[in-house]
């Protein structure tokens, strides 16, 4: 399962990068708007700073609009996944720009038949949007296990990209769900190692080895 950080925040990318699990980092508007920096610059350092895809999205909605801008950004670094919203438009651009050999990731995905038509149209990834389907009143993992079962049924390759993830147990609950991978806000993936009993285990450990008096070096 690939481990993504849901940021444009260079300096925590840079930070969770070193422990060596970050597979690539997903923006969107709200993010690079949050960074208070040009767009460009920030997408260039993260890619820089994660080997694997980095999704910068486009801000046009129409599709040509979203052609030229997808175009742009994928010129900026190799690893770019350009992202598009899910619309007809949307999906539309997603054909051309993966037909031109670019990685696209479909956005703002709340149903499984959304899902079939971005993997038809050439998608590398889908983002269905957990967390916001869960504040909707809906299940967001359900809708996990319903693309899991399509994308099997047909063996379509798009990547099941889990975002919209509010917590560590949803990071879990989408790895068993079959998610490719999962977007993580940073205060979360920091919360993913936590647990009480590892920290009292690991203080029990210690204060018992102090007692031998023994050294291993
Ligand atoms: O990257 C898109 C998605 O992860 C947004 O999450 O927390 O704004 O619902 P959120």
Redo the contacts with the bound molecule.
Sequence with gaps: MQLFL?TADVKLIAELAATGLVDGV?T?P?LIAKSGRPMAEVIAEICGLVEGAVSAEVAATDALGMIREGEKLAAIAPNVAVKVPLTWDGLKATSELSRQGHQVNV?LCFSAAQALLAAKAGATFI?P?I??LDDHGADGMELIREIRAIYDNYEFDTDILA????TARHVADAGIAGADCA?I?PDVFKGLIKHPLTDKGLEQFMADWAKTGQSIL
């Design positions: 849901d997903t969107n709200t956005t983002s949007f967390g916001r975002a919209s993830i509010r977007t806000p």
